[in-house]
């Protein structure tokens, strides 16, 4: 039955691509530096030209609805669980039975109707400065103590991270656990939410908080930075704890891509997603932009080395999807502003 399955789909993605079609378009919501190394090489190896338009999340997504079936896109690249969800729920994505992609990517970090596959991992984990918070911090749990009151720097409700890491809670611990933890997390502001995960890191380094929730490509990509001393300088004071070791693991999310319905070239859309799976990408995701291979046993950079090695949450990422709505509700209910 599966193996009919993946012959029908092979054969009206065929009759849908154009003859001799040499190209491929994405839509990319990644920095397009970040993406070229991996662009380039699927170009060199497959000989297929890419075409990018890049831009932010939400209005790559609004610009696919518009376009309609007019759309020249045929992959959508972002990220965020969240938002690949978005664009599932928006009707844009077509399923795609490929056994490359279910091979080399858990199942963890797929979509459950193959709409959308994780292609790196990225960890959003608790950074501690060199003043050492005033109470043990080992769980996502321990950021609601009291004795934490005033210490933590962290993005707004606004940002899909500190939504999907809310949704995994809501997941995990049920609703109103999560609305406890969310209240008390707020509670321990240092101030206001404002910036990006690089501001939490220099707020926390300039002494206004001792404790960051971010993700680990920019404290990486601070570490890395040759033309920047301050952000070298205010990383260097950051020690990384990974989350809830001894049970589920620290919370994890992907970026990731999926193939439009309305793409005009389908095949050539999924060697695209095929390749940036495969060990040479997941090499160059781990080595340019700091982040996790989606597959095991890809070695890594120094950086993301020197941190050890970590247990991930292995929930399926499809539920913070599913819990984003919810936990954006909650975080208003509580004033995470």
């Not at 809501?170 to 109103?176: C, K, S, T």
């Not at 929730?213 to 033309?227: C, E, G, I, K």
């Not at 340019?288 to 070695?299: A, H």
Request: overall charge positive.
């Amino acid at each position: 039955m599966k193996k009919a399955l993946i012959f029908t789909l092979v054969a009206v993605v065929s009759a849908c691509q154009p003859q001799g079609s040499n190209e491929v378009n994405l839509y990319s919501a990644r920095q397009e530096a970040l993406m070229q190394p991996l662009l380039e090489a699927f170009t060199k190896e497959t000989g297929i030209k890419v075409n990018v338009i890049s831009g932010k999340a939400d209005a790559l997504l609004t610009r696919i609805k518009s376009e309609a079936g007019n759309s020249p896109a045929d992959v959508l690249l972002t990220t965020d669980a969240g938002r690949l969800h978005r664009a599932k729920t928006a009707d844009v994505f077509m399923p795609v039975e490929s056994a490359i992609l279910n091979s080399r990517i858990p199942s963890q970090y797929r979509d459950r109707d193959q709409q959308w596959f994780g292609l790196s991992v990225r960890a959003r984990p608790i950074l501690v400065t060199e003043a050492v918070p005033a109470t043990p911090i080992t769980r996502y749990e321990d950021l609601a103590k009291p004795e934490l009151r005033g210490q933590i720097c962290i993005r707004s409700s606004g940002n899909i991270y500190n939504q999907s890491l809310t949704a995994s809670l809501l997941e995990q611990l049920g609703e109103a656990p999560t609305q406890a933890w969310a209240k008390a997390l707020v509670s321990n502001f240092a101030r206001q939410p404002q910036g990006g995960d690089r501001d939490q890191i220099r707020a926390a380094a300039a002494g206004q908080c001792s404790v960051v929730v971010a993700n680990t490509y920019y404290l990486a990509n601070m570490l890395a930075s040759q033309d920047n001393s301050d952000d070298f300088a205010a990383a260097s004071k950051m020690r990384v704890i990974w989350p809830n070791q001894n049970d589920r693991g620290a919370h994890v999310n992907v970026s990731g891509a999926g193939v439009l319905k309305a793409a005009p070239n389908k095949i050539n859309a999924i060697k695209l997603i095929e390749f940036l799976v495969s060990d040479s990408a997941q090499r160059i995701y781990a080595d340019v932009n700091f982040e996790y291979p989606i597959k095991e046993n890809i070695e890594l950079n120094q950086i993301l080395n020197s941190w050890g090695k970590f247990k991930a949450d292995n929930l399926n990422l499809s539920k913070l999807g599913d819990n984003n709505a919810a936990s954006v509700k909650l975080m208003d209910r509580v004033g995470w502003k």
